[in-house]
């Protein structure tokens, strides 16, 4: 009909967009090196055993009513203390506006909409690189967005020096974007060290903090370390934000379950601060989904529960964008997109784990040589010397656009290579192409 002759087709997700051309593309010859979070027909979602023991007890309770708008509060108690931690003065003395959240895409967004309103021509500085949806999150709430250094192409480990320059010349009381762990895509995170200088920066400019965390628990397989950058500005007095997330650490995706918190500076502007939030919500989607925040409150509110779960984090997750594990050897074939996390240095993964890590690890030494021999000039060695499963190969988007259209290797144009996507049997066609593109 005529009325909508103006859409225009909306440009392809450049995470989800390349699994879709991947699985057009009819080219036997064709590699998935490329995406993350997304999983595909052969790849079996894990239910976490406390999550499955949750469902169980939750079952017959046949509670189907409305959450309020806030969403479940005992949800979010459990939540706050897991940022915030156990024992945390800000819970006690009720200074944290929170809401449960569409997990954490949902709190990103309510953040930004809560920011255009209570600070009207803010700007939001943002990492480069960064996950792509962050960028679409503050452009729909119309938040003007600056970048800002974190990681840099030589190295290929964190601009330092560019971080601090821009923090230091960003407007005084400026926004920002942190990624609490984990930094997704490129694996990169501050040591304990540095974030005590960015906070102590950002404690002398003023500026705000909004963490991002989707991956607590992911970085070091502990929820309580991988919060020690938000414990850092917490212990320094800021009053930051939160964004957290089920999705990742229990493996609960499709339930959309988080939170958005905001530390307050007493409960008065608490209890303000979290009726806005709610205010944002009800017309928005007016309170949240039941199920994902009950299996939550269940695991977390159950010493017992918990620390299977805690347990679960530590072992069960081989990969980092997503909660499959596998089983020996095929997990990589039928699991190719996702992201492992373990280093050179981990021995103590189950064998299992063991094996597959030792696998990625052969497969990062196997395409750096092939490199080599090769005869390509440039330097591989961060291709070795990163952990995790992804690799962060300093491709350019054309490069990256010739290995897809020349040789139907397709991974974001970020040159992110998931790991787990190379086998024997397609690390030196890899090799080749990326030699040629790159020569
Ligand atoms: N933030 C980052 C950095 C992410 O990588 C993701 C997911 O990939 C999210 C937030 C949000 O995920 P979800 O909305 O599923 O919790």
Redesign the pocket.
């Given at each position: 009909s005529s009325w909508w002759k103006n859409v225009e087709p909306a440009p392809k997700d450049p995470i989800l967009g390349v699994t879709e051309a991947f699985l057009a593309d009819p080219s036997p010859d064709k590699v998935n090196v490329g995406v993350?979070?997304y999983r595909d027909d052969n790849g079996k979602p894990v239910v976490l055993d406390c999550v499955r023991e949750a469902e169980r007890r939750i079952a017959g309770t046949s509670f189907m009513e409305y959450l309020p708008m806030g969403g479940s509060v005992k949800m979010v108690e459990e939540t706050l203390k897991l940022a915030y931690g156990d024992n945390s003065e800000f819970i006690k003395d009720k200074r944290i506006a929170a809401v449960q959240s569409?997990?954490?895409?949902?709190a990103?967004r309510l953040f930004a909409d809560f920011q255009t309103r209570f600070n009207p021509g803010s700007q939001i500085y943002i990492p480069v690189p960064?996950?792509s949806?962050?960028h679409n999150i503050w452009r729909d709430a119309q938040v003007p967005q600056k970048t800002y250094h974190y990681y840099h192409p030589e190295t290929k480990g964190l601009d330092f020096k560019g971080l601090m320059d821009d923090v230091k010349n960003a407007p005084e009381g400026s926004f920002f974007l942190l990624?609490a762990c984990a930094h997704?895509p490129t694996g990169v995170d501050p040591t304990e060290e540095q974030w005590r200088e960015i906070s102590q920066l950002f404690k002398a400019k003023n500026h705000f903090a909004f963490f991002?965390m989707?991956?607590q628990g992911f970085a070091s397989g502990d929820p309580a370390r991988d919060a020690k950058s938000i414990r850092i500005f917490l212990e320094d007095g800021h009053h930051i934000g939160i964004?957290q997330?089920y999705?990742?650490n229990m493996g609960l995706?499709g339930q959309?379950v988080?939170c958005l918190s905001v530390l307050c500076e007493n409960e008065k502007q608490a209890v303000t601060v979290k009726s806005q939030l709610q205010q944002l919500a009800r017309p928005m989607y007016s309170n949240p989904p039941l199920h994902g925040a009950q299996i939550v409150s269940t695991i977390l509110g159950d010493p017992e529960l918990k620390s299977l779960w805690l347990k679960e984090v530590k072992v069960t997750f081989p990969c980092f964008?997503c909660a499959h594990t596998f089983d020996g050897e095929s997990y990589l074939i039928k699991h190719v997109e996702s992201h492992v996390v373990f280093d050179n240095s981990t021995k103590e993964l189950e064998s299992d784990k063991q094996i597959m890590a030792d696998r990625i690890i052969g497969m990062r030494t196997t395409l750096r040589e092939s490199l080599e021999k090769l005869g390509s000039p440039l330097s591989w060695e961060h291709v070795t010397k990163q952990i995790g499963m992804f690799c962060y190969s300093g491709l350019t988007p054309e490069q990256v656009d010739r290995l897809t259209s020349e040789y139907h290797i397709y991974m974001t144009r970020n040159g992110r290579i998931s790991m787990a996507g190379v086998t024997t049997g397609n690390v030196g066609y890899l090799a080749n192409a990326i030699h040629e593109v790159t020569k």
């Open positions: 993350g979070a569409l997990s954490g895409t949902g990103c960064t996950w949806n962050h990624h997704n991002d989707a991956y964004s997330s999705a990742k995706y959309r988080g964008m």
